[in-house]
């Protein structure tokens, strides 16, 4: 029976409450004032203050005339208009009241009036107060300098407890305004790293604590830091132009103390597309090419302990030695049962000479024959045959082994066969073969046909 009568009351006393708080009481222009209504009297730490929030607590209000409580405010914020209507507590059984909308570091004055059905009761007393200042950030903050395209940023954590995350600000010379760029929850955190950054750049770095309440702290002392540059250009960089089937490139060695390797670029033109051939400790490289007279564009580079690679804009061009020059034909005879060839040299280089000989065996089918090893600047076919066509090309051949491009060839169409007679073959000893054949029309030696190097070409 009791449970059941309390229930009822409760039911009814919250009807009632509700029903007040959808109505909301403003004060009225005209009201009469009671002076017997009670005062608002705070209690003993009646007023507590913090950055965004004022509390306030009074003594239980026992008069059952009273149906709530006005709230008067007066706020900087409201151009010094003194008191004004601010709120309304609409039940005399509350006892506190919290304002939140205020700011940081700021003087406010509240007073409280109690109000029945037909009346008003006098002001409280003012009660002036003043908000907390800001939260201030971490004491204490370093920045790293000299790090590979990072920054890193250290700090001691706050030691208000109320602290939920670190806020990271950043900034650069080139900046008008500081950028959030990270958040950190929890307040043991003490460090961020910062990446992406470019080489050789300023950054300033500043941090902010934000509460669990939202509360955002004021910003810490501002740290610079500076990242790694790159390391220095290669220089006295040269390449050959004048060895046979290579090329040697040199440059200057590095003086880092982080330096870790070069890297060595190859190109095929001074403005084209240069690859990574080779990654090298030695400021050497041998770029062996099977091609006469290549050319190739070279660029080295080098990477410090790091990773970071220096600019290798400046490039040099190397060259493998060129072909010696083709001989010039400047005679070809058909004399007697032999054909004779002569030319003139046109490149110093030249130490020796190839003759080719090509014919037709067949309706079909080319033959070439090729004799190596010609030191005169002439030569004496005697193995030919009656009626047929021949074509001779001439080779200048270096010391390197390198050979020429092909003379112009000659043709010589050797007569029908009743007008040939062939060579007597040769059955003396082997120092008797290797004799030279005396030309009796000119002073040089030239080797018989039998003792060349008939190999291909």
Not at 292 to 303: A, T, W
Not at 327 to 351: H, M, Y
Not at 352 to 373: C, L
Not at 436 to 452: W, Y
Request: with cysteine; proline share 5%.
């Amino acid at each position: 029976m009791r449970l059941s009568t309390l229930t009822t009351l409760l039911t009814a006393s919250l009807l009632l409450f509700s029903g007040c708080a959808e109505l909301t009481p403003t004060p009225k222009k005209e009201m009469k004032v009671d002076k017997t209504l009670p005062v608002i009297s705070l209690t003993r730490d009646g007023v507590i203050t913090d950055m965004k929030t004022v509390a306030f607590e009074w003594k239980s209000i026992s008069d059952p005339r009273v149906q709530g409580i006005y709230v008067y405010k007066e706020s900087p914020s409201k151009e010094n208009k003194g008191l004004q209507y601010y709120k309304t507590i609409d039940t005399r059984y509350s006892t506190h009241f919290v304002d939140r909308d205020v700011v940081p570091n700021t003087k406010y004055s509240y007073a409280f009036r109690t109000f029945s059905k037909n009346a008003e009761g006098v002001n409280s007393k003012l009660f002036r107060v003043k908000t907390l200042p800001v939260l201030q950030s971490v004491s204490w903050i370093h920045a790293i300098q000299g790090l590979p395209r990072m920054a890193k940023i250290i700090w001691r954590p706050h030691l208000s407890e109320r602290v939920d995350k670190y806020i990271i600000e950043r900034k650069s010379l080139e900046d008008d305004e500081w950028k959030e760029i990270a958040e950190l929850s929890g307040r043991l955190n003490a460090e961020y790293i910062d990446t992406d950054l470019d080489d050789n750049r300023v950054y300033f770095y500043r941090v902010r604590v934000e509460t669990y309440d939202g509360i955002i702290s004021t910003p810490s002392q501002v740290v610079k830091s500076v990242t790694k540059p790159l390391p220095k250009q290669i220089v006295n960089l040269h390449a050959t132009t004048n060895l046979p089937k290579k090329i040697e490139l040199t440059w200057a060695a590095s003086q880092a103390k982080d330096f870790r390797r070069y890297y060595l670029y190859r190109a095929n033109d001074v403005d084209g597309n240069y690859q990574l051939i080779a990654k090298l400790y030695n400021n050497h490289f041998t770029d062996k090419i099977k091609e006469d007279g290549k050319v190739y564009f070279y660029s080295v580079s080098q990477i410090d302990k790091d990773g970071l690679e220096s600019e290798h804009q400046n490039s040099v061009m190397g060259k493998t030695l060129v072909k010696p020059n083709a001989p010039a034909i400047v005679s070809a005879k058909f004399i007697g049962n032999k054909v004779e060839l002569k030319w003139d040299q046109t490149d110093p280089r030249s130490v020796s000479y190839n003759v080719a000989r090509e014919s037709k065996k067949g309706w079909f089918k080319n033959v070439t024959k090729t004799y190596k090893g010609i030191k005169s600047h002439k030569f004496i076919d005697t193995n030919i045959e009656p009626d047929k066509l021949y074509t001779y090309t001439v080779y200048s051949v270096d010391a390197n082994g390198i050979v020429s491009a092909p003379s112009i060839p000659v043709e010589i169409k050797t007569p029908e066969s009743t007008e040939i007679i062939q060579a007597p073959v040769v059955h003396n000893s082997a120092l008797e073969a290797q004799a030279p054949v005396k030309d009796s029309s000119s002073k040089t030696e030239v080797a018989p046909v039998n003792d060349l190097d008939l190999n291909g070409l």
